[in-house]
């Protein structure tokens, strides 16, 4: 017998096909069914979801975060012991310099270490984050947000530990404003660092690209960071790119915290003695009064490379079926 022949001139058939008329005809009066927003849960919510998973995710990955606190540590002890007490002897020019020295290879070395750190981490985290993406579990938006969250509470902690060994172990003036300070540019420095590695990431299509590209720009931020070769001596042409040099910000903000309002004399070779701050400003071109800006200037890099991080993610995709 065949079944199928059967089933097509039967009543049964005829009545499913006048029931699949029926239901594929929208009644009179109804509405398409329309949903407000794409994901079941406003962003604040999905940011609540995302953080949770990025904290336990971070704190199940002790090769990541235990390295980073050990590294720390034994940074902070090298330069402390290699620096001691330079904060306190400052009669020669020689003395400035080596103090910023000190501040140059402190927030350089181990933030250039925070940005080759991080990026394994982050393309890791971008491959699980395709999947659930894909599936409309949540945006781009509040994922980065979590994301930089439970990143910068971690750096915060990394940075009052480096901050407390360097401050002490140098030897600069105890007090709290001044402390502060010095913590203040030392985390931002650290933040900015970690988030352009994230950026790199999430702009190229795998870790060795975005490794390479982290060498190359670092680089330049380490040529025209105001050490190797201070701003009044760069050529005009390129006298530009000392202000396109995150690295230049911080150490300006380091230095003219902690020395921009000494009144002590220095020895300098062919001027003779001249107050701190005046050797500062007409030497190295770092102004006190130019402070505030300093602080300024590092919320916008570390909000530049966050916002690039979060449209990379967002918009650009380097799965392969």
Same mark, same amino acid.
């Given at each position: ?54 904290? %336990?995710?971070? %704190? ?79 945006? &781009? ?39 502060? %300070? ?19 990431? &999430? ?97 916008? %890099? ?20």
């Amino acid at each position: 017998m065949d079944f199928a022949e059967l089933y097509f001139n039967s009543d049964l058939n005829r009545k499913n096909l006048e029931l699949i008329q029926k239901l594929s005809n929208s009644e009179a009066g109804s509405h398409d069914l329309f949903f407000s927003t794409k994901y079941s849960q406003p962003l604040f919510v999905q940011f609540l979801a995302c953080y949770w998973k990025q904290y %336990w995710s971070y %704190w199940r990955n002790p090769q990541y975060n235990v390295i980073r606190f050990f590294m720390t540590t034994v940074i902070g002890l090298i330069f402390g012991v290699i620096f001691w007490n330079k904060g306190t002897t400052m009669y020669k020019e020689q003395d400035l310099t080596n103090l910023l020295g000190a501040m140059y290879a402190a927030v350089l070395f181990l933030g250039g270490t925070n940005t080759s750190a991080v990026q394994s981490v982050v393309a890791i985290e971008r491959t699980v984050f395709y999947r659930e993406r894909a599936a409309g579990m949540f945006s &781009a938006l509040p994922y980065a947000f979590a994301q930089v969250s439970v990143e910068t509470s971690y750096i915060a902690v990394q940075t009052f530990l480096y901050s407390l060994l360097l401050y002490s172990m140098i030897g600069f003036e105890w007090g709290a404003t001044k402390f502060m %300070w010095f913590y203040y540019y030392v985390f931002m420095c650290f933040v900015y660092f970690t988030f352009y590695g994230m950026m790199l990431v &999430a702009l190229t299509p795998s870790y060795q690209i975005a490794a390479i590209l982290m060498s190359f720009f670092l680089s330049f931020w380490n040529l025209f960071s105001g050490f190797l070769i201070p701003r009044m001596l760069i050529p005009v042409w390129w006298r530009w790119y000392y202000w396109g040099s995150p690295v230049a910000w911080t150490i300006y903000g380091l230095v003219t915290s902690q020395l921009g309002d000494k009144t002590e004399h220095v020895l300098v070779p062919d001027h003779g003695d001249m107050p701190i701050k005046d050797y500062l400003k007409v030497a190295l071109g770092y102004d006190s009064d130019f402070l505030g800006y300093v602080a300024l200037a590092h919320v916008g %890099w570390a909000l530049l490379f966050f916002v690039v991080f979060v449209y990379g993610i967002k918009v650009l995709n380097f799965q392969r079926r």
